[in-house]
């Protein structure tokens, strides 16, 4: 099992910057990928980014260029800084980690991005 828990998120004004932190327990030696998803209300929840232990990343469409994913050296810890931000990124963020060899899912509770114009 794996426990997950954001930090960072709050309100910011279009243009500014906001780090989000993952911290991960557990059975972080089973983690094979970490990465944040958002969820604005009335729609799904999104892949932002993605980070394997390798350290290759992913990154949705909508904010390549603006957000990086990272990971601490210890790999406990996933970070994503977020800048240039848009109203349209308002949403909970959450932190997500795939472990095990079928890659089970394990979710943060979520912390709340809003972003004013």
């Known amino acids: 099992q794996v426990q997950l828990v954001e930090s960072g998120g709050g309100l910011v004004q279009a243009g500014g910057s906001l780090r989000l932190s993952c911290a991960a327990s557990g059975s972080i030696f089973s983690i094979n990928a970490m990465g944040w998803y958002r969820q604005a209300p009335g729609k799904q929840r999104e892949l932002v980014a993605a980070i394997t232990s390798g350290g290759s990343t992913n990154y949705a469409d909508s904010v390549k260029g603006r957000f990086t994913i990272s990971r601490s050296d210890a790999k406990n810890r996933a970070y994503l800084q977020m800048n240039s931000l848009k109203p349209e990124d308002t949403a909970v963020y959450y932190c997500?980690?795939?472990?095990?060899?079928?890659?089970?899912?394990?979710w943060g509770q979520g912390t709340q991005v809003t972003v004013s114009s």
């Open positions: 997500n980690a795939k472990g095990g060899k079928l890659w089970n899912d394990y």
